[in-house]
């Protein structure tokens, strides 16, 4: 297994647009962990592989969350949290990827969690303001990450915590679990 070897396999998951997301990711993750003293090689590797599932069927991700036991309660919260847990999955089933915090930042990049490790941060906050992302708000993320990873997670969450609000949809408690650590963090 090689960089360049998983570059191709997670190319082939997915259309061109996503790979093009994922490469911006990437690229954003390595500027993060360099600004903030992280690990470029496992912020890069996490990033490479984050959304690696993100087109895959819905029903083969809620085979693979059935079958292999992820949270059941993914299943009644929105599919776009699955491929997050999903993917985790997959890169340590099909790619022998067995690096805990590369797992987990991969598993917690759409949720979050409590207690956000330094690559979890970097991979989720690297996946919302990638330059090809282009949200009402964006920039004023980019801004913030600049000064505070953990300020500017915060100010993402709750970008999507109001759209979900909007859209009259469920909110995955575990995303504002992750918010109010995060909010504690800056204290
Ligand atoms: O996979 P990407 O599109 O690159 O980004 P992502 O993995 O951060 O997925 C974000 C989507 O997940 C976004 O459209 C909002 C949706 N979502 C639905 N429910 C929740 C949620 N995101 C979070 N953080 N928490 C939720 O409860
Ligand atoms: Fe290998
Ligand atoms: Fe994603
Ligand atoms: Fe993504």
């Known amino acids: 297994m090689n960089l360049e070897m998983l570059r191709e396999a997670t190319r082939a998951q997915m259309p061109d647009k996503r790979w093009k997301h994922t490469l911006g990711v990437v690229e954003t993750a390595?500027?993060?962990?360099?600004?903030?003293?992280?690990?470029?090689?496992?912020?890069?590797?996490?990033?490479?592989?984050?959304?690696?599932?993100?087109?895959?069927?819905?029903?083969?991700?809620?085979?693979?969350?059935?079958?292999?036991r992820l949270p059941p309660e993914l299943l009644v919260h929105d599919k776009e949290l699955w491929h997050a847990h999903v993917g985790a999955w997959a890169v340590r089933t099909e790619h022998g990827i067995e690096d805990v915090e590369v797992l987990d930042a991969i598993r917690y990049h759409t949720s979050g969690r409590e207690g956000m490790t330094q690559l979890d941060k970097i991979v989720c906050l690297a996946d919302y303001i990638e330059p090809g992302r282009d949200f009402p708000g964006v920039d004023r993320l980019r801004e913030l990450a600049k000064q505070s990873l953990e300020k500017a997670l915060v100010a993402a969450f709750d970008s999507t915590i109001e759209v979900l609000i909007q859209r009259g949809k469920r909110i995955f408690p575990q995303t504002v679990i992750a918010r109010n650590d995060l909010i504690a963090q800056l204290k």
């Open 30 to 68: 390595i500027k993060l962990a360099k600004r903030y003293g992280g690990d470029s090689a496992k912020s890069e590797l996490a990033a490479l592989l984050h959304d690696y599932s993100k087109a895959w069927a819905i029903d083969r991700m809620e085979a693979v969350i059935r079958e292999n």
